[in-house]
């Protein structure tokens, strides 16, 4: 097994549909106000590049949203820097009217709370689709941020992009 392969494999632990259906189901999904990008109906294929900013350890991974189905993107998972270099996602007519769902989970390993909370705060995203109708957009935030661990050693970042 290649660094990859455990990497993607760990990504599936941190990641299981069931817990993405969860966060969901639990209306922490934006609808009224969620980014989009145009793909257009062709062949081509649609890119997807992510650089997360902390001083953490960071895995990220990409899923697709479809009629409530959770369907992870085939090798859509970052190394240990939480970031992905830009991939092919899919041909942008089968990617019309999907929604592009991103989780990424820090671990921010400072001993000191104090310290972790400044980290927390500093944290930032940048994702950015390439080759659909819209050209290149780069959405440069997240939609959610979450301090799972109360502590600010765990935290979870969320983006939702719908696909038109």
């Not at 990497?7 to 639990?26: D, G, M, R, T």
């Not at 990220?60 to 270099?85: L, Q």
């Not at 979870?156 to 992009?161: A, R, S, T």
């Amino acid at each position: 097994m290649n660094e990859y392969d455990a990497c993607s494999q760990f990504n599936y632990y941190l990641y299981k549909p069931e817990q993405v259906i969860a966060w969901i189901n639990n209306n922490n999904r934006k609808t009224e106000t969620m980014d989009t990008y145009k793909v257009g109906s062709g062949e081509q294929q649609i890119r997807l590049a992510i650089d997360i900013s902390t001083n953490g350890f960071a895995w990220t991974k990409g899923f697709f949203i479809e009629n409530d189905n959770i369907i992870a993107i085939p090798k859509c998972a970052s190394n240990s820097g939480g970031n992905i270099v830009q991939m092919d996602i899919g041909q942008a007519k089968s990617l019309l009217g999907n929604s592009l769902y991103i989780i990424t989970k820090i671990h921010i390993f400072w001993e000191n709370q104090v310290a972790r909370e400044i980290e927390y705060n500093q944290i930032s995203a940048r994702y950015v689709l390439t080759d659909g109708d819209d050209e290149s957009v780069e959405f440069s935030t997240f939609d959610t941020k979450v301090n799972v661990s109360d502590d600010f050693s765990v935290v979870y970042l969320y983006k939702d992009i719908q696909l038109r």
